[in-house]
């Protein structure tokens, strides 16, 4: 199994900055995508930032320009640099990732969550 450890969450005003990391650990053969999603009181999960192993991303429009998504291959870690953060941000942040095996399909593990909350 892999086990998914997000860190970095917190309370923080509007405008602020957070860094929320994810380090991964287990049985790990290769992590292809990994990412970030949210899920707010009364909303649905959704997906903030994804990135390949190859360093390509893709985010939700609510974040582009103020939200960067990066991994450290070396580290099995993948991190969310969050800027400029608004109130509807707050949420518990979850980390993603798919693992791959020889000859297994793929599999894809959730972290536990870290809080953003926000203050005003």
């Known amino acids: 199994q892999v086990q998914l450890v997000e860190s970095g969450g917190g309370l923080v005003q509007a405008g602020g900055s957070l860094r929320l990391s994810c380090a991964a650990s287990?049985?790990?053969?290769?992590?292809?995508?990994m990412g970030w999603y949210r899920q707010a009181p009364g909303k649905q999960r959704e997906v903030v930032a994804v990135?390949?192993?190859?360093?390509?991303?893709n985010y939700a429009d609510s974040v582009k320009g103020r939200f960067t998504i990066s991994r450290d291959n070396a580290k099995n870690t993948v991190y969310l640099q969050m800027n400029s953060l608004k109130p509807e941000d707050a949420a518990v942040y979850y980390c993603?990732?798919?693992?791959?095996?020889?000859?297994?399909?793929?599999?894809?593990?959730w972290g536990q969550g870290t809080q953003v909350t926000g203050s005003l």
């Open positions: 993603n990732a798919d693992r791959t095996l020889p000859g297994l399909l793929p599999r894809n593990y």
């Open positions: 990135i390949t192993s190859g360093g390509s991303t």
């Open positions: 287990g049985i790990i053969f290769r992590l292809t995508n």
